[in-house]
């Protein structure tokens, strides 16, 4: 079992934070939700193990208002690892063929820090984004 991360529970049972979760070899984040604007926010924050890598897949959820048949927002999606864009990647709810979310397999080496970034077309705090990565870790 690798150590390490962000323990699960208390306060925190689903593990929402800026850093990775970790669950035997299994790895995790959630993002929580963050309201659609046209600024750019930081929705993960998180850096590798030293000795690890981790073969895992980003889910990214464009503005989308709960309980809603409306369309949603158009959000563009950035992906850093150590300071260097690697992926933009756009969700759009507002097309007539979207599927629902967006998705980014990705290899992460060791020591590595990785951010996720998004903004979107408008404005509407009843229209939220969320992401999630998940993952298993090897050694």
């Not at 800026?18 to 750019?40: C, E, R």
């Not at 507002?94 to 992460?108: F, H, I, R, W």
């Amino acid at each position: 079992m690798l150590g390490g991360g962000n323990p699960v529970g208390g306060a925190n049972p689903a593990g929402t934070s800026s850093t990775l979760n970790y669950i035997g070899n299994h790895v995790y984040n959630y993002s929580g939700t963050f309201p659609t604007t046209t600024d750019s926010q930081t929705m993960m924050e998180f850096s590798t193990f030293p000795n690890t890598y981790i073969v895992g897949e980003f889910v990214l959820m464009g503005g989308l208002k709960f309980a809603s048949d409306a369309n949603g927002r158009v959000s563009v999606f950035r992906v850093s690892v150590n300071n260097e864009v690697v992926a933009i990647l756009k969700s759009d709810p507002q097309a007539s063929d979207y599927t629902g979310d967006v998705k980014l397999p990705m290899l992460l080496e060791p020591n590595s820090k990785i951010k996720l970034e998004v903004i979107g077309n408008d404005t509407d705090a009843n229209q939220t984004v969320t992401a999630m990565f998940v993952g298993r870790a090897y050694q």
